[in-house]
């Protein structure tokens, strides 16, 4: 196959593929989903509760990532039984961890920064809950290739197909 160009095209791989794409838009919808909730949380625990950033982070870990890892394993990267979900369940933590000790930094030299240089209780938490979002959103696509291709692979001995590209799959056998 040519491009229009006259170049021959890139070969299809997992990245361009439908598949992907809707690998994709479900992890982002279950990575909306739990942010929502995330930041709900950071907010009623930071701002109302008046807790410490750290905590509030916390607090908000644990909000978002357990809708986050139920949304992953049984809608975006489909559910394959308990066998499966047990396997994913250790990098899955760790990839969460590491994420959420980022966000337990961020927020904590925002919310020292701004109470040096803030007054307003309101902005000091829509400021500190900005800084939990960006820590997040900084993470997010590092998180969907970390899931797609160590956490939710579906075979810990052979690749994923959906890992393979397109033109090193094998084509089924047509019988004549």
């Known amino acids: 196959m040519q491009t229009v160009t006259g170049d021959p095209a890139p070969p299809r791989d997992r990245a361009i593929s439908p598949g992907r794409g809707r690998v994709w838009l479900r992890f982002a919808a279950g990575s909306v989903v739990a942010t929502v909730l ?9 701002g109302l509760l008046n807790a410490p950033a750290a905590v509030a982070s916390v607090v908000a870990f644990f909000a978002g990532a357990v809708p986050n890892y139920l949304l992953s ?18 990098p899955y933590l760790v990839v969460i961890l590491v994420t959420n000790l980022l966000a337990i930094g ?4 925002a919310d ?3 109470r ?29 290739l970390l899931f ?3 956490v939710f692979k579906e075979s810990s001995h052979q690749p994923s197909r959906r890992l393979l590209p397109a033109v090193h799959r094998r084509r089924p056998r047509v019988k004549l």
């Open 106 to 109: 961020a927020t904590t030299l």
């Open 73 to 90: 394993t049984a809608w975006a990267w489909g559910d394959r039984g308990s066998a499966g979900k047990r396997t994913a369940i250790v």
């Open 116 to 144: 040096g240089h803030v007054a307003s209780h309101t902005t000091r938490t829509l400021l500190v809950d900005l800084a939990y979002l960006a820590a997040y959103g900084a993470m997010f696509a590092l998180k969907f």
């Open 38 to 46: 995330s930041q709900i949380a950071f907010t009623v625990t930071f």
């Open 148 to 150: 797609d291709g160590l």
């Open 112 to 114: 020292a920064w701004v």
